[in-house]
């Protein structure tokens, strides 16, 4: 174990980017190479070497391309790493400052319901949804944050809470980039209120939208399998092809 937190922590590489962009909140536009964190506020390295040094509170999105650390974290809370992933909640809340905290709680929470803290999730959750900084597409930042917290609420068994949730992405539309997290969830908030029918088809819109690689296309296949397997369905068979 001792070797997988490491190298989770050594994968971090979050305050090296070729190309970041930061919006601030007076309309103003920043470019830089490279961006990083200092006591709060965000330093960004423009042309010719120069930084700059912005208040949190100033800026009104930020983005860059994916950090190691994001990349890692993915990785190893697929894999069932949990351990090693909650071991690095410091990197979280910085990666959080640069765009990526969104997607990063989304996995983290994954880390902290395996484990059985419930309640942790929540509260980090709900905190990330106000206080990370979001990326200039904020309405995919919501539908992460909102499916990562339909599937708290689906697994302490809060199913009008997880109701809100959905009815608070579909009436404010939802990023299609997001879409395989939101029909996850979504599946599983049916499943939970013993709708097979309707979890079907929310798993069934991973499996048809995402390649076959996808990781959460693959979790939507296995939900799938284990309904078809309940109710002892004649599908499983083609399905198993797939």
Known sequence: MKKIIFTLLTLVGFTSWSQVTIGLKDGKLIEGQEIGEKTGRITITISGGATRTLD????KYIDCPQPKYISSLIK??????YDAVLKTEKNLKEVSLFGWGQIG????SRALLAKGKVEDARKMLRRARFSAVNTSNK???DTIIMAALIDIEVHDKKLAAAEDYIKKIS???FDSNGQKYYFMAKGNYYRAKGDANQALASYF???LLESPKDFERKRALEKVKEIYTEFNDPRLAELNKL
């Open 76 to 81: 190893y809370t697929n894999a069932g790493k």
């Open 105 to 108: 709680h989304l996995y983290y």
């Open 139 to 141: 309405l995919l930042d």
């Open 171 to 173: 009436e404010k539309q």
């Open 205 to 207: 819109k991973v499996i």
């Open 56 to 59: 949190k509170n100033d800026i």
